[in-house]
């Protein structure tokens, strides 16, 4: 439109030196002309306006042509990024927790591939500046998820707003992925309902028999009560406090407010496991004893560690049953932003001046948190309120990886090192007693290997899995001859996994460097004492397994 309207002014001028003016559809014939870079100088020296318009016109043209050549191409663009993709992160849907997932991963230095199946979503060109690749259809057609390089990927994420299209995305993808032999993909598919993510985790273990798929599930109101109690535990002083004084307020009992009330249980368990003492709760909810009653069914030993106060109430008003004095900590769950920020103004006046520490759990980080995040100076409405953002606390990379695996695999190494330790051993004589964080990717995939491997050991002694809800019960034990056979199994699984990552056996002293290793031998020919790590690391088995939330049963 600049180039246009100089166009015309600069005509207008310019046919006046020769005393023909012309008419106004002349002189925009001429101006249009400028765009097609017909226009022919005559002697005439040229007005200001005329001399920029003539080469801003075909800039614009120009321009125009490769933003088309560009949108026309994109997609093919777009492949053409993601075929020399490798241990890139895969996210099928683009809605809250795609977009998060996108940014965090991008932030994090990952390359990212986004699939999303509605061409009009407004976080497409969002996820594009942060340098992902946005590939349009559905994440549930397999020739897409080829076309993502799924085959060469590290992670996938499955964040549809439906549960069943999330699974479905996860079946094509073990099913593509069957005949891979090299680098395992770890597919994290959100469940929406916390409960039945909870039912399915026993899932995680029992398909990891194969190298080359790893499922692990994930509802971001679990993830998201264990972070919020890390980040704002059950009492500000609580090292300093008697457990008995401990008083928690729990506003809203639905998904995050029950996964936060168990959580405080196992927290209290490992905390006190020997004590006799409750902790003291107090929820908050109109629903509550309907809730309470569901969660009591579920966790049959929840109400032995905890003494709850049940108040069916909005918090619209002070009930009476709440003893405002004697509060060390308040989570407001509601499900609704602004009715949670409501409800904790209103606690917080109600508590007249005793400086209650609340934490308003809401969706994002933004928004009306951003009202609390602000600096105070004690003095005004939202003091001592602090904002805890679920979305965005939860979609982060190191949240999210450290799944079942995870905990599973950290917890083997943490038994090897303790082991190492007790048998005198230092971190000279072996370099692999290091903390998790430090050790090399190449042991931490051994760890995550062996994790993956439980399923096949369990089936081969009769056993099988399942979620720990009765924390009081005592651990499976298995029989001298199941570790025995165990222990040979797990010896030949590590055997198989180093001299595929060619390592060779000798008869001298262990080389790492030349990875040479004395173990790499028969069973039989095994010394006791190298015998006793295999054995150990099935004894310990059960352990590993409650610390992720599994308890053993024999079928």
């Not at 777009?78 to 490798?86: I, T």
């Not at 500000?236 to 729990?250: A, F, G, M, S």
């Not at 060779?504 to 262990?510: H, I, L, N, P």
């Amino acid at each position: 439109m600049i180039a246009f309207a100089l166009g015309l002014r600069g005509f207008a001028e310019y046919n006046s030196y020769g005393n023909q003016p012309g008419s106004f559809w002349s002189i925009v014939y001429q101006s249009l002309q400028l765009f097609t870079l017909e226009f022919q100088q005559t002697n005439h020296v040229l007005p200001w306006q005329l001399d920029v318009a003539r080469f801003l016109a075909p800039g614009v043209i120009v321009y125009t042509a490769a933003r088309a050549f560009i949108e026309i191409f994109r997609d093919q663009l777009q492949l053409f990024r993601v075929r020399y993709m490798k241990q890139h992160v895969i996210i099928c849907g683009l809605g809250e927790k795609g977009y998060l997932l996108c940014r965090s991963f991008c932030e994090a230095g990952y390359r990212v591939v986004v699939i999303e199946l509605h061409p009009d979503n407004s976080r497409i060109g969002l996820c594009r500046d942060q340098g992902a690749v946005v590939l349009l259809g559905s994440g549930k057609d397999q020739d897409m998820l080829l076309q993502s390089g799924l085959d060469r990927a590290r992670y996938i994420f499955a964040v549809c707003g439906d549960d069943g299209a999330n699974a479905e995305i996860a079946a094509h993808a073990q099913c593509l992925l069957e005949n891979r032999s090299h680098a395992t993909l770890t597919s994290y598919i959100h469940i929406s309902n916390p409960d039945l993510a909870e039912l399915l985790r026993e899932k995680e273990i029992s398909t990891q028999s194969a190298d080359a798929f790893r499922l692990e599930f994930f509802n971001i109101y679990e993830r998201g009560a264990k972070t919020l109690l890390l980040d704002y535990p059950l009492s500000p002083t609580e090292t300093d406090k008697d457990p008995e004084d401990i008083h928690i307020v729990i506003v809203g009992l639905g998904a995050l407010g029950s996964r936060l009330l168990v959580n405080m249980a196992k927290i209290w368990k490992q905390v006190y496991a020997s004590s006799p003492k409750q902790l003291h709760i107090t929820v908050v909810d109109p629903e509550v004893k309907n809730l309470w009653t569901q969660l009591t069914a579920r966790y049959p030993r929840i109400d032995h560690l905890l003494d709850v106060v049940l108040i069916e109430d909005h918090l619209q008003s002070s009930p009476e049953q709440l003893k405002l004095q004697d509060i060390s900590r308040a989570y407001i769950c509601l499900d609704d932003d602004s009715e949670s920020l409501s409800a904790a103004l209103n606690l917080r006046l109600w508590s007249q001046g005793q400086d209650i520490p609340i934490v308003v759990c809401m969706h994002h980080d933004a928004g009306l948190s951003t009202l609390l995040d602000r600096e105070t100076d004690g003095t005004d409405s939202f003091s001592h309120l602090d904002a805890f953002g679920l979305l965005d606390r939860t979609c982060t990379p190191e949240l999210l990886i450290g799944g079942t695996n995870e905990i599973i695999a950290r917890a083997t190494h943490d038994s090897y090192v303790r082991e190492q330790t007790r048998l005198g051993r230092t971190l000279e004589d072996n370099p692999s007693m290091v903390a998790w964080n430090e050790l090399p990717d190449t042991l931490k995939s051994s760890n995550r290997r062996l994790a993956d491997h439980i399923s096949t050991k369990l089936k081969a002694v009769n056993c099988d899995i399942t979620p720990l809800h009765d924390w009081d019960r005592r651990l499976f034990e298995f029989t001298e001859p199941e570790i025995e056979k165990l222990a040979e199994m797990e010896h030949e699984r590590w055997v198989e996994e180093r001299e595929a990552d060619g390592w060779r056996y000798t008869d001298g002293e262990k080389d790492i460097e030349a990875k040479l290793s004395p173990y790499l031998a028969p069973w039989k020919d095994l010394t006791e004492e190298v015998k006793g790590y295999d054995r150990d690391t099935i004894q310990y088995l059960p352990t590993f397994l409650a610390k992720a939330g599994f308890e053993i049963f024999r079928r």
